[in-house]
């Protein structure tokens, strides 16, 4: 198989047999964005390779001969043959593959459990990478003719199948409503041997959890988005297993995070409970499951472990992500945990209580629902200031803005307030009212299907009713927040810590995020990006299994807190509609 060498990620992947450059980089991280669906007209999955002469060209009208002398190539056209380097195109950063991937692990500190260990001293989790040790859940054991598996409850199993002179692996699985993320673990060694993702299939019915859960509330339906998560989690495994030379059959142990309705569906089990008052769950956590309950194509002697599940809509893949967050379980530390989504789950750990919720923020915040919104792919606006005299963007890969990711939303935002393009009541300035406005700012300004609208670049705009989406958002996290700090008996201003889950965050200035108000004033310099923290913290229990233990511990001491039915939820949701930029902050 062809080798495929990217830079600057500076990593080497095999391309597949009569796979295409775009889809070698998506196993990357590198999410094209591709509207033509790969059929080489939309001419925006720009990549440069090296040594030119010797790859075959592409064409295109938007590749010039000069550009393709350089290397100009569309990966979308381009089917490896031999080894390969190539070069995304400028300016993209590591840390801009982390927006796509959303995987980077914090090197965050000790979690001291607050149990008694071996020999009475206090046991603390760390980062296992550090210490270079794992204690996995499962053993293998030898036998005169075969494989045994000893299990963590101290069961143990023939393991047919097994082959010989092979080592035991685990899979973490991070079932988003949106996207699954899977990575495959040596639990001999605890070296994570590949990740890739795709989209959740299920999007195709909704983008929100309450649309799946009504799809699947009939026998039918739920037959129907179970089949399909799994089979996606199920290639997923064949794209883990291939890249690392490895056979599912060697996957004994498999940790699943995802929120409630997902793992539900995922098992098979009716997620109609979950959309009706008292919000019942119906899938049990803490524990680990034969393999049949998910129907994965692993091991059948493998056991699926889902973390422990708070409430029908603070689900695993929050608890799993608590583990990478610093702090929280520590007593000593005022910590606020946000996890921004479709559902937003926010977490605050002050004056000895440990206190969590869920607010129903919607997808804004992920480019759905968005006028000119896509994913974090190439070419997606993931940044924007203004100077005062224009509004400047950055996208994804140095890219011709094709759309606006979530980062970029919040960004834009905060500009156009600082610009006066809109103001506090979120209301957007006409193409008449623009006589205080800098030139090429005001130039910006139009009308589009009748209601206000700012030109970002050719053919993508932010309107008037993506401002009030923004707004939509913002303030129901932000109510939960206060909501929390209230409850906690602190003020904004005693928080030591802002966590940010998901990968979403790595392009941010967090003084964007406390310009629009998602985060209460002066907070910006304490907000802290944890990447997908449900992904970390599944691999996380899968190399030592003190993980699980401390996990189901600690959750027993958080309380949940339903905001909604408070009376003062609308009041706060509604005060916090209203936007409070500091001009101080309108530089680069």
């Known amino acids: 198989m062809p080798r495929i060498k990217i830079y600057p990620l500076g990593e080497t992947l095999h391309s597949r047999r009569g796979e295409n450059l775009a889809d070698v980089l998506r196993r990357a991280g590198v999410d094209m964005d591709t509207p033509c669906n790969g059929d080489g007209i939309c001419g925006k999955c720009l990549v440069c390779v090296e040594h030119p002469l010797i790859v075959r060209p592409t064409p295109h009208k938007d590749i010039s001969e000069e550009q393709h002398a350089e290397g100009i190539r569309l990966a979308c056209q381009l089917t490896p043959k031999t080894d390969m380097t190539i070069r995304l195109l400028s300016g993209y950063t590591d840390e801009e593959h982390q927006i796509l991937e959303g995987d980077r692990d914090s090197a965050f500190g000790a979690i001291d459990s607050g149990e008694e260990g071996v020999g009475g001293e206090k046991r603390h989790l760390r980062v296992l990478e550090q210490e270079n040790r794992i204690a996995p859940a499962v053993r293998i054991l030898g036998g005169v003719r075969s494989y045994f598996c000893r299990y963590e409850d101290g069961t143990t199993e023939e393991l047919p199948h097994f082959r010989k002179g092979t080592a035991p692996k685990g899979l973490a699985v991070d079932l988003g409503t949106t996207t699954l993320v899977a990575t495959l673990v040596s639990l001999k060694t605890g070296k994570e041997l590949s990740t890739t993702s795709s989209l959740n299939p299920q999007i195709r019915y909704g983008h929100d959890v309450v649309r799946r859960i009504q799809y699947a509330s009939t026998p039918e339906g739920l037959g129907e988005l179970s089949s399909l998560v799994r089979e996606a989690i199920n290639h997923l495994i064949e794209e883990v297993c291939e890249d690392s030379d490895s056979v599912p059959a060697e996957i004994l142990d498999v940790v699943i995070g995802g929120n409630t309705a997902m793992l539900q569906i995922a098992a098979g089990i009716d997620p109609a409970p979950l959309g009706e008052?008292?919000?019942?769950?119906?899938?049990?956590?803490?524990?680990?499951?034969?393999?049949?309950?998910?129907?994965?194509?692993?091991?059948?002697?493998?056991?699926?472990?889902?973390?422990?599940?708070?409430?029908?809509?603070?689900?695993?893949?929050?608890?799993?992500?608590?583990?990478?967050?610093?702090?929280?379980?520590?007593?000593?530390?005022?910590?606020?945990?946000?996890?921004?989504?479709?559902?937003?789950?926010?977490?605050?750990?002050?004056?000895?209580?440990?206190?969590?919720?869920?607010?129903?923020?919607?997808?804004?915040f992920e480019g759905m629902g968005i006028s000119?919104?896509?994913?974090?792919?190439?070419?997606?606006?993931?940044?924007?200031?203004?100077?005062?005299?224009?509004?400047?963007?950055?996208?994804?890969?140095?890219?011709?803005?094709?759309?606006?990711?979530?980062?970029?939303?919040?960004?834009?935002?905060?500009?156009?307030?600082?610009?006066?393009?809109?103001?506090?009541?979120?209301?957007?300035?006409?193409?008449?009212?623009?006589?205080?406005?800098?030139?090429?700012?005001?130039?910006?300004?139009?009308?589009?299907?009748?209601?206000?609208?700012?030109?970002?670049?050719d053919g993508v705009w932010y309107t008037q009713e993506d401002v009030r989406q923004v707004q939509l958002a913002k303030s129901a996290i932000r109510a939960a927040i206060d909501i929390l700090i209230e409850e906690a008996g602190i003020r904004p201003e005693m928080l030591e810590n802002i966590v940010l889950a998901g990968g979403f965050g790595y392009s941010l200035r967090p003084v964007n995020l406390e310009a629009i108000g998602l985060i209460p004033p002066n907070t910006a310099g304490k907000v802290t990006f944890a990447g997908n923290t449900s992904r970390i913290g599944c691999v996380r229990m899968l190399k030592n299994i003190q993980y699980r233990r401390f996990l189901e511990q600690k959750m027993k001491r958080v309380e949940h807190v339903s905001i909604e039915t408070r009376p003062d939820f609308m009041e706060k949701y509604v005060e916090e509609m209203e936007f409070s930029v500091d001009v101080e902050h309108a530089s680069k």
């Open 277 to 364: 008052v008292p919000f019942t769950v119906g899938i049990e956590s803490g524990k680990a499951f034969p393999v049949s309950r998910f129907g994965l194509a692993v091991h059948p002697g493998a056991r699926i472990y889902v973390p422990p599940v708070l409430h029908a809509y603070i689900g695993a893949d929050i608890s799993a992500g608590l583990l990478v967050c610093p702090d929280f379980f520590s007593d000593e530390v005022d910590t606020l945990f946000i996890d921004v989504g479709t559902n937003g789950e926010i977490g605050i750990s002050a004056n000895d209580r440990l206190l969590m919720s869920s607010t129903a923020a919607g997808p804004a």
């Open 372 to 457: 000119s919104g896509m994913r974090a792919r190439i070419g997606a606006v993931e940044a924007a200031w203004t100077d005062g005299e224009a509004i400047e963007i950055r996208t994804i890969g140095d890219a011709p803005a094709a759309g606006i990711c979530g980062s970029g939303l919040i960004d834009l935002t905060a500009a156009l307030i600082r610009s006066g393009v809109i103001d506090a009541s979120g209301r957007m300035k006409r193409p008449g009212e623009t006589e205080d406005l800098p030139p090429k700012i005001a130039a910006c300004i139009e009308e589009k299907d009748t209601t206000p609208a700012f030109r970002v670049s």
